[in-house]
């Protein structure tokens, strides 16, 4: 069993950045992917983005130029990296791997 946590989160204005970090203990991640997703007030968990082992990323069309994944295997941490930050993008932040969820960290973008 793998335990992930979030970190990073914050409050910060339109058009800044925050990083955010999912790290794995436990045990170290799998080869399968790692996967960001969000949840904003009264929607549903949309999908942000992934990253796999070796590093190929997929992203939303709403975050693409503005986010980037990546992931440090030997600290067994994926990081998504938010720039230009808008006040949509507002929303409970998880990290997904092998089926387990972490607990969420909190953006909130002001307007």
């Known amino acids: 069993q793998v335990q992930l946590v979030e970190s990073g989160g914050g409050l910060v204005q339109t058009g800044g950045s925050l990083r955010l970090s999912c790290a794995a203990s436990?045990?170290?991640?799998?080869?399968?992917?790692v996967g960001w997703y969000r949840q904003a007030p009264g929607k549903e968990r949309e999908f942000v983005a992934f990253i796999n082992w070796s590093g190929g990323t997929s992203y939303t069309s709403s975050v693409k130029g503005r986010f980037t994944v990546s992931r440090d295997n030997a600290k067994s941490t994926v990081y998504l990296q938010m720039n230009s930050l808008k006040p949509e993008d507002t929303a409970v932040y998880y990290c997904?791997?092998?089926?387990?969820w972490g607990q969420g960290t909190q953006v909130t973008v002001s307007s």
């Open positions: 997904r791997h092998d089926g387990y």
């Open positions: 436990g045990r170290t991640f799998s080869t399968n992917v």
